[in-house]
């Protein structure tokens, strides 16, 4: 067992108390950038169908947003809720030395959570002294649908911490399929957190706020931005390929649905401190933009087997069939109408032997790295949660045999658990871990 000691209070934070921690405070003593320390406490989350409700209207473009999405629940937020348009994914090591360190660690970013989700004014401070915060949102911090959500990587498990006893039985460094190219500063790390909000401004505020305070006790390994087109015309976003993606998941208000597939459960082989959270997947894919526009839409439909127009099944050619439609592939053996190879078939066979390997929570969004050089760096920060991490891996193995192979590069990403989420005021991440 860890000794903890109580979560300390801060003062002169609008929202009432903040369980910071002496690593909250120090770096607020010594960094020129220090971000806010305090917290409004949120209500006890009862469902995933609350988690919709909180986001359920989308802000106009350009005009500040001061919804929030609850903090506390059994399940971090910013995985089963409504994707924003804007994220940061940041992936960190771990630099603090103990155990005790590490507590801290989470217990500030916690506390960080709840101010930043929540909302706030920061506290006055002279004219002469450094701010406590560095004023992109204003002088009022507006939630405008900020998610950060926390997991951890394979190596944290390393004998540091002591933890190797207690890490996720299918949690493994992310290793390269295939036609990978992966480069080991863009891939896996201890730590990732996940910033998702309605508007850039937040999630770079959020960014430049958890990396000062948490300054001395992780660094940033590596860092991908992304963001989320509207749908266009109606439906599900597009990506930089043209077409509709995450059009399938499963019903994230559906409580028995995201038991099955997403949330880990208690009384299984996993930890028992793992019960509900979920594994987590970030895959960053660059796409061969200028090659891929060469391809016919004919053939660039196979390849996907969709329609690029609508998102529907390839049986459907009307430009206003509906994107929800099931592709149906009993009536296609041989891959007439939809190729075997394409992508959304080999994802998703839908056959008694892939049953179990094809559905996954998708939440992804498309970067954009573009430098002064001729090849575009455009590409997709491939995104998914699943309560099985084997069933992203045999789905991936399957894809490496999908034509569209020769117009992506994964570069980077890694595999990860996120944690269940903080219950009340009185808990933190990662409290049943440590404990």
């Known amino acids: 067992m860890t000794e903890e000691t109580p979560l300390a209070q801060d003062e002169g934070w609008s929202g009432g108390e903040c369980p910071a921690g002496a690593l909250a405070r120090r770096s607020f003593l010594h960094s020129t950038a220090a971000g806010v320390a ?15 409700a909180a ?53 500030t970013l916690t506390a ?78 201890d730590l990732l957190i996940q910033l998702c909000a309605d508007h850039r401004d937040t999630t770079v505020h959020a960014l430049i706020d958890i990396l000062t305070r948490t300054k001395g006790a992780m660094k940033l390994r590596w860092r991908i931005d992304g963001q989320r087109n509207p749908p266009r015309p109606v439906g599900v976003r597009r990506d930089w390929f043209g077409f509709k993606d995450g059009i399938a998941n499963p019903d994230t208000t559906n409580t028995a649905q ?11 082989d996993e930890p028992a401190w793992a019960a509900g959270g979920t594994y987590h997947v970030v895959r960053i894919v660059h796409f061969h933009i200028e090659a891929w526009q060469k391809v016919p839409v004919a053939q660039q439909e196979r390849i996907f087997g969709r329609r690029k127009a609508s998102g529907a099944p390839m049986y459907a050619e009307s430009e206003n069939a509906s994107d929800l439609l099931d592709p149906i592939y009993t009536n296609d053996p041989q891959g007439l109408i939809t190729p075997l190879n394409s992508h959304i078939r080999l994802a998703n066979p839908q056959t008694p032997e892939t ?14 790295r573009s430098p002064n050089v001729p090849e575009l760096d455009m590409g997709h920060a491939f995104v998914c949660f699943q309560r099985e991490l084997n069933s992203y891996i045999a789905m991936q193995k399957r894809l490496e045999a999908e034509t569209l192979v020769p117009y992506i590069t994964p570069r980077g990403g890694g595999y990860f658990f996120a944690l269940p989420g903080v219950r009340d005021k009185n808990d933190h991440y990662a409290r049943g871990l440590l404990a």
């Not at 305090?38 to 919709?52: D, F, M, P, Q, Y």
């Not at 106009?60 to 995985?79: E, L, M, N, R, W």
């Not at 995201?258 to 299984?268: A, D, E, K, L």
């Not at 179990?356 to 954009?368: G, M, V």
Request: overall charge negative; some cysteine; proline content about 7%.
């Open 38 to 52: 305090g917290a409004v406490g949120g209500g006890l989350l009862g469902s995933e169908a609350a988690h919709a």
């Open 55 to 107: 986001h359920a209207a989308a802000p106009d473009a350009g005009k500040a947003d001061t919804g929030t999405v609850p903090f506390f629940g059994y399940h971090q937020s910013g995985i089963a809720d409504p994707p924003q348009q804007d994220a940061i994914f940041l992936s960190c090591d771990v630099t603090a030395s103990t155990r005790a360190e590490l507590t801290t660690l989470f217990r």
């Open 112 to 189: 960080r959570a709840r101010f930043l989700t929540s909302g706030g004014t920061p506290p006055d401070v002279s004219a002469t002294s450094a701010p406590s915060d560095s004023g992109i949102l204003g002088p009022k911090i507006q939630a405008n649908h900020l998610t950060m959500t926390v997991g951890v990587g394979a190596s944290l498990f390393d004998g540091r911490f002591g933890l190797s006893g207690r890490k996720p039985v299918q949690l493994i460094a992310m290793q390269p399929f295939q036609h990978d190219d992966l480069d080991p500063e863009l891939s896996n790390g």
């Open 258 to 268: 995201m038991n099955q597939v997403v949330w880990t459960q208690p009384h299984t």
């Open 355 to 368: 049953a179990a390997s094809s559905t996954i929570l998708r939440r992804s969004f498309d970067y954009d």
